[in-house]
């Protein structure tokens, strides 16, 4: 299983190093087997020669002692000895010529070079190994003079150096093959437990950039690279949460401290609008006073909702609620508006979408969503709703046929204040889609977008039913 998971990741580090764990053993495997056969085969033919030439000398010493007739006696003793089909003897002159020999019927096609035999001009022998047409085991030959004029020539089939040779290579293979998938698995192995600590540093940053700023990676103790990262990189954490803590705490307190002197501002200007001793003018003044109040105060009040989401100290009603009633409803409330700036708006959903979740927060978010698309859609354009739903969750897709979003603005759209190029002329305060994004993450859902500039936008709110099984009301 370990493989099959290694092979879909080819461009991990642990692949890398099991690939260079592997490849080692192979090259270091290799070489001793090189090495090692080259010596066996040696030391092999070594001991083959060193018999051959204990049996020159003791042929020398018959030639010498005895003459021709002894040696000829001599080697068909050995003949019947050994086998005429493992071993073969033959006298011969410089020139090539047979003077005796041993049964030679199954060495029909042995030949001998005469370049051979003139290179044997001293008393030291001279090896060769041939291979005998038909037989599949080669022949090792010695050629040794033995007496002047007369050349002794020894051969002996080597079948069974050859098979240890063979079954030298096969045990190999076998150990080679089971030690390289030992390799690999330790490899894998070592591989894993070595950036086990950049696996629990990689979990950390996924958890941080999904919103969980408090997570720090485990610190083992041990003192090594990985160890030091993992406190380096907590320390940065941390100075990171104070400084970002701190940003917070600064924006709701100026939210807070502002929104009590423009409630006051608010309230005097209302106050004041009631007199009717003032002219139409001052009147103009004092109402445009209490809307901008009553915008700012929106503005800050979405402000404080979502750093209370963000924090997750955000009060959180939950309840059964269906989801489709709560789309239609939002439609319709929407339906003047489409009609004002002729826009169609379509919707598509299921008779019942049942789902535990905030009401009240949800319908904020799809509102939103709505209005931004509303706001995006040129007249005679289209806003389609749909909802679907399957067995994990349930997914709203707002698509608009609008003025889209360009590629360098996606990824800033769910950013507090910020307003794309295209929406810079309408009235807002760029909070809309960043309080959408801070409830579906409160609810453990996400938004997702998709765009082209001049063709309008999808936007998808996705808000999963495991959320209602651990929920509990702050």
């Not at 509303?374 to 679907?388: A, E, F, H, I, R």
């Not at 990824?411 to 889609?433: A, M």
């Amino acid at each position: 299983m370990f493989l099959s998971k290694l092979l879909k990741r080819p461009y991990t580090i642990v692949f890398r190093l099991t690939a260079w764990y592997a490849g080692v053993y192979v090259v270091i495997s290799l070489a001793i087997f090189i090495l090692l056969y080259f010596m066996v085969r040696s030391y092999i033919y070594q001991r083959v020669d060193n018999y051959f030439q204990a049996e020159v000398e003791e042929y020398r010493v018959i030639y010498r002692s005895m003459g021709m007739d002894e040696v000829k006696a001599d080697i068909t003793g050995e003949e019947t000895a050994i086998g005429e089909d493992k071993k073969f003897f033959r006298i011969l002159s410089p020139a090539g010529r047979e003077l005796a020999a041993s049964d030679l019927s199954a060495w029909k096609n042995l030949k001998t070079e005469k370049t051979i035999l003139n290179r044997v001009k001293t008393p030291t022998a001279l090896f060769e190994t041939i291979v005998v047409p038909g037989d599949r085991y080669r022949t090792r030959v010695i050629y040794a003079i033995i007496g002047p004029g007369v050349i002794l020539q020894i051969g002996q089939t080597i079948k069974a150096e050859e098979e240890f040779m063979d079954n030298f290579r096969h045990i190999f293979a076998s150990v080679f093959i089971t030690a390289l998938l030992l390799s690999v698995i330790v490899g894998w192995f070592m591989s894993r437990r070595a950036l086990s600590g950049v696996e629990e540093v990689t979990a950390t940053v996924r958890k941080i950039s999904d919103g969980a700023i408090e997570s720090r990676v485990p610190v083992k103790g041990s003192g090594d690279e990985i160890d030091n990262l993992a406190v380096t990189f907590n320390a940065m954490l941390d100075r990171i949460q104070r400084l970002i803590s701190g940003m917070k705490e600064i924006n709701d307190n100026i939210a807070h401290d502002l929104r009590s002197p423009i409630t006051r501002m608010r309230g005097l200007a209302e106050v004041t609008l009631a007199g009717s001793h003032f002219p139409a003018e001052c009147r103009a003044v004092l109402a445009g006073t209490v809307e901008e109040c009553d915008r700012l105060l929106a503005m800050i009040n979405t402000m404080l909702d979502i750093s209370e989401m963000d924090a997750g100290v955000a009060q959180r009603e939950i309840a059964d609620v269906d989801i489709s009633r709560m789309v239609r409803d939002a439609c319709e409330l929407f339906q003047p508006v489409a009609a004002d700036k002729k826009v169609t708006l379509e919707l598509e959903a299921p008779p019942v979408a049942p789902l535990k979740g905030d009401i009240k927060k949800l319908q904020r978010a799809l509102s939103n969503i709505l209005d931004n698309a509303l706001k995006n859609t040129p007249p005679g354009g289209t806003v389609s709703v749909s909802l679907s739903a399957d067995s994990s969750q349930v997914i709203i897709s707002v698509r608009d046929t609008g003025v889209g979003i360009s590629e360098h603005e996606l990824p800033r759209i769910f950013n507090r204040f910020y307003r794309g190029d295209n929406s810079r002329t309408e009235v807002g305060s760029g909070l809309g889609l960043s309080l959408a994004y801070s409830i579906a993450r409160l609810h453990g859902g996400d938004i997702t977008v998709s765009s082209n500039l001049g063709q309008g936008s999808d936007f998808t709110l996705i808000i999963p039913y495991s959320f209602s099984l651990n929920i509990t009301k702050i």
